[in-house]
């Protein structure tokens, strides 16, 4: 029975201990000054929740780094990674095998319009570099369009097209990536003050660009359907059909990035579905599996697909739709649709986290905005809610960044696991998390906010 397992877990602190020290010793973690933090050890995991070893169990409203969206250890994918390991673990990428083939069929019959063929990565970041090598390849242009405010991943392409600071010590600099502003009303970059006015103004904005730049030299432009690291950024109503209409005048690519907003998180399979879009190649990892096995893709489009029909295309992985990854995204999938877990991450959305967050904003003068969808959400923390001052200013680090810090330290006192990024915490549980749940978690924010709330 769910929480069966933290039920009978007993505090260990020797295991503790020794997890610590080891950890402390050997591991290099990612983002971080290697000397100033204290990864947390973790003993175990069910559903919408994890704990550590004194039995201190917390509500993940972070779902990892947003891809548990079927939550933690469920008991079908955990047998089907089993099933899987007891009778087939790895075959390289040029052999025809079932649960590849199947879970290429899933994601296909999923994804929006013609993209109906699924090239296989190990993550998000790479399925940016594969989308972006097809559409250089596809179009014969060398430069790629992205938004400032953006995260597309941490290898050698997706680093530079990511707007995040995140990538400033590793930009290589190199020609072939122009950058743009994306809506934003609530700070619009655009003097807008209608969802109206913002639209039109970022895709005037976005065509001068391309115009200056030169159409003839640009493969394709890329975004996240809503953008998700940088704020849970929603695209006003028009905004991606004209994105779309202006590649179609110009003959590029359009990418969107479904790593993170995509398999559910929205309460839609894709967040596309919810604009009524379709791109020319989708990229997509986290929730196709929830993480359980690394595994991201593209999804191609007839035309793109074309393009390779007849000659190679340039580029592979050796564990490109590695078993055991397919194994976990069809049993993903397919519990996602028998459960109802789309629905129910819709359901969440629109009658708990929305209206519950609404709510807080109403007592909390440090919330500045409420945005998302789904299981989807963003709160955007101000000192004042007059001037729209952020919290923490742009890319604090160190003492800038106490106001949030102390949110995050009370979020954990709460038993809740947030999610925190520059002045927004993201409000982001598994698709399958229960009323009572969200409930919880509302709470426990509700409590945590104080905490924000004395630096307005
Ligand atoms: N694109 C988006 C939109 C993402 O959110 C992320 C990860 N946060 C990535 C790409 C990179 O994915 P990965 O970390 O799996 O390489």
């Known amino acids: 029975a769910p ?160 707007g995040d600071p995140r990538r400033w010590a590793s930009d290589t600099g190199t020609a072939g990536v122009v950058r743009f502003w994306g809506p934003f009303l609530y700070r619009s970059h655009f003097h807008a003050t209608t969802e109206a006015e913002e639209c039109e103004r970022a895709l005037a904005h976005l065509e001068e660009t391309i115009l200056f730049e030169g159409p003839q030299s640009i493969a394709a432009i890329i975004l996240e359907t809503i953008v998700g690291t940088a704020g849970v950024l929603m695209p006003p109503a028009g905004y991606l059909a004209g994105v779309r209409a202006i590649c179609d005048r110009y003959g590029i690519v359009f990418i969107l990035d479904e790593v993170m907003a995509g398999f559910g998180r929205t309460g839609t399979w894709f967040a596309a579905d919810l604009f009524d879009v379709t791109p020319d190649l989708l990229t997509f990892a986290k929730g196709v599996n929830s993480g359980y096995v690394p595994l991201g893709g593209v999804a191609i489009s007839g035309a793109i697909a074309a393009t390779f029909d007849q000659r190679p295309y340039p580029g592979g992985l050796t564990y490109s739709g590695h078993p055991l990854a397919c194994a976990s995204a069809v049993a993903t999938i397919n519990t996602m649709a028998e459960e109802g877990i789309v629905e129910n991450a819709a359901r969440i959305g629109a009658d708990v986290l929305g209206p519950g967050l609404r709510e807080l904003a109403e007592r909390h003068p440090s919330i500045g905005e409420v945005r998302g969808a789904g299981v989807f959400w963003a709160l955007d923390l101000v000192r004042d809610r007059e001037t729209r001052e952020p919290l923490v200013p742009y890319n604090a680090t160190g003492a800038d960044n106490q106001p949030m810090a102390e949110f995050a330290a009370a979020c ?5 696991w947030p999610f925190v990024n520059m002045n927004r915490t993201h409000v982001v549980p598994a698709c399958t998390v229960t009323e009572a749940e969200a409930k919880d978690g509302l709470a426990a924010l509700d409590e945590a906010l104080n905490a924000a709330d004395a630096h307005t």
């Open 412 to 416: 954990k006192k709460q038993g809740l």
């Open 3 to 162: 929480g069966q397992r933290f039920a009978q877990f007993q505090p260990d602190p020797a295991a503790k201990a020794a997890v610590h020290a080891a950890d402390r010793a050997h591991v290099f973690h990612s983002w971080s000054a290697q000397g100033l933090i204290d990864p947390l050890p973790i003993a175990g995991a069910e559903g919408s929740y994890f704990w550590d070893y004194d039995g201190n169990r917390f509500l993940d409203f972070s779902s990892q780094l947003v891809n548990t969206n079927i939550g933690h250890q469920h008991p079908k994918v955990v047998a089907a990674i089993q099933e899987q390991a007891g009778r087939l673990c790895t075959l390289a990428p040029g052999f025809a095998v079932d649960v590849r083939a199947e879970a290429a069929r899933l994601i296909a019959e999923r994804t929006p319009g013609d993209l109906d063929k699924i090239f296989f990565t190990n993550a998000g970041a790479e399925a940016v570099e594969h989308a972006v090598r097809m559409a250089r390849v596809h179009t014969g242009r060398p430069k790629v369009m992205s938004a400032y405010r953006s995260y597309h991943g941490a290898t050698a392409a997706a680093i530079n097209l990511t």
